[in-house]
Every structure is written in structure tokens, then in C-alpha cells.
């Protein structure tokens, strides 16, 4: 089947209104914020933006790529949604209803954002960043949700703009992670603008030809950079070679495909861009500590409970 038709289906879980800012076959999303009572979705999913979280009148759990992950009440969570996540159960505060706040911010916006490397590089790296209580207010959320509704071009910009300045002080202190990030880079190793824009290219040509074969000179030539500076610039930035990166990647997709499709398991290896059947479980056990099937299964069951 081809890959449009598989992403053009239902996606579970997700709640019809919001439907329209995913778009599977891209890395980018758009720009977007919405208010809504929150429900346990069906199945993990994943999409190109990097997602912030306000819950008032309850807590919530999320399953982030295997891991249950403790959400507090009014505080502004981020993360990388190119995980795959599931919100798996809301738990009310008090008598009345639950209202959460997703606010979607394109992946290549978040990352363009100047001096905030450091969140860019650990979101990236899997991590739940939780800002400060003091930091953002219902109040705040209910301003940016009102700019967002009037839909003016210079409302949108001072709240993406009062967004970057909401990171930038809270990056002077540390800010706590729900779910620690894989690797950090030191203030000593912030990088340009420039180079950040470098590895913007080269992360969003990964995750859009994901399915297809990927080399490093393929993704490298984006930059217009010498193959060896952009490979370097690429590993310094997120800590991990570029091969190791696509792998994760691959995986993180062929994870969710399992837990969120019925697809066949030749399927998931086409979409997930692996070249082989074999090398496919080979990096799967070695990632998961079980085979394909067995990971199915184990979410088949714990549906079913």
C-alpha cells in the first residue's frame, strides 16, 4: 500500500478537532492551539511538532515510547511529539471539568528559536521538559489561546515570540525533566543559529524519507555543507552519530506502527525504511528486548485488560 494512503487513515485516539494539524508523511506541522477536555486515547501516535501540554482540574499519564510518565496539574509540559505517546489515563482534582491545553509548535519553528539550545538538543533527545508552576498561569494560557482564535498574523508572532522568551529565562536556572533527556549539551557547546539551522535541514529530511533508503551523503548534501562538517556538526548537536539517529528513528516508527496498526510485519519494515526483514528484528530485539510480535502482543493484552 502506498505510504499516502496508509497516513491518510483515521488516527486513533486523537481527537477529531485536532486531526488537521498531523500530517504523517511530513516532519513539519502546523502552528496551532486548542482547549478541550482531555480523554485516554486509543493508541500511541506521533506527529511533527514539538507539543506543549497545560492541564488544570486534573493530572494526567502518558505513555511516551514504553514509558509512563506522570503528569502534574498546571504546569507547561514540552516535548519532541515525533516520540510515540498515548495519554493513558486522566485522574480529576476536584468537581470540575478537566481542561487541557495542547499548543503545537512546528518542529523546524521550535528549533529555529535562538538561545535555547540546550532544550532544543534535550527534546530532541526524548526528554519531558515540566517549566516552573510560577512560570506560566491559566491566565497565560487563556491570553495565547485568545491571540490564536483571533487568527492575526501579528498576534500569532508575539505569541510564538513571548514563547521563545518563556524558554530562554527558563534555560537560566535548570529546568526539571518529567523524563530525562538521552544527552545534554554544555553551555560551552551552544551552537549558531546558523548550524542550528544546519541540523534543522538535515533532521527534517530524516524523518520525511524515513521510509526510504537514506545515506550520510544524502542527508548531508542539504546543507550544502563538505559532507565530514555536516556529519560533525550533526553528531555534536544531538550526541549521537547520524546512523545511530536513523535507526532510532526507524524504530520509534516501526514501535508505533505495531501499537497503532494491524499492519503485516512486512509492511511495518517497508514503512519504517529498513532494507531487511532480519536487520529489522536484529535492531528491534536489541532496542526492546523482544521481538516484533512479542511487543504486539504485550499491547494487544494490555488492551484487552
Known amino acids: 500500500m502506498p505510504r499516502d494512503q496508509i497516513d491518510a487513515g483515521p488516527l ?41 501540554n497545560f492541564i488544570t482540574g486534573a493530572t494526567m499519564i502518558y505513555d511516551v515510547d514504553g514509558v509512563r510518565v506522570h503528569v502534574p496539574e498546571g504546569r507547561l509540559i514540552l516535548f519532541w511529539a515525533g516520540l510515540p505517546h498515548q495519554l493513558v489515563e486522566v485522574t480529576p482534582t476536584g468537581t470540575g471539568t478537566p481542561r487541557l491545553a495542547n499548543i503545537y509548535l512546528p518542529l523546524d519553528a521550535f528549533l529555529f528559536m535562538p538561545h535555547i539550545a540546550r ?49 530562554r529565562r527558563a534555560l537560566l536556572d535548570d529546568i526539571p525533566y518529567l523524563l530525562a533527556p538521552l544527552a545534554e549539551i554544555g553551555e560551552e557547546r551552544i551552537l549558531s543559529s546558523a548550524h542550528i539551522r544546519h541540523v534543522v535541514a538535515m533532521v527534517k529530511h530524516i524523518l520525511e524519507h524515513l521510509s526510504e533508503p ?27 552519530p547520524m546512523k545511530k539517529f536513523i535507526i532510532r528513528m526507524r524504530l520509534l516508527r516501526a514501535r508505533a506502527l505495531l501499537m497503532g496498526s494491524s499492519m503485516g510485519i512486512g509492511q511495518v519494515v517497508e514503512q519504517s525504511g529498513f532494507t531487511s526483514t532480519s536487520q529489522f528484528y536484529d535492531h528491534f530485539r536489541s532496542a526492546y528486548g523482544l521481538s516484533p510480535h512479542q511487543m504486539r502482543a504485550r499491547y494487544t493484552q494490555m488492551e484487552l485488560r
Open 12 to 52: 486513533k485516539g486523537v481527537p477529531s478537532h485536532e486531526r488537521h494539524f498531523y500530517a504523517l508523511t511530513r516532519a513539519i506541522g502546523r502552528f496551532g492551539m486548542r482547549l478541550f477536555e482531555p480523554s485516554v486515547m486509543d493508541a500511541p501516535h506521533w506527529h511533527g511538532h514539538v507539543e506543549g
Open 119 to 167: 532544550l532544543q538538543v534535550s527534546l530532541l533527545g526524548g526528554a519531558i521538559a515540566a517549566l516552573p508552576e510560577d512560570m506560566v498561569t491559566s491566565d497565560c494560557i487563556e491570553g495565547w489561546y485568545k491571540d490564536y482564535r483571533a487568527n492575526e498574523y501579528e498576534r500569532l508572532e508575539i505569541m510564538k515570540m513571548e514563547l521563545n522568551a518563556l524558554l
Open 214 to 240: 537514506l545515506t550520510n551523503a544524502d542527508v548531508a548534501a542539504v546543507t550544502g555543507l563538505h559532507q565530514n562538517y555536516a556529519l560533525s556538526l550533526f553528531s555534536r548537536t544531538m550526541r549521537l
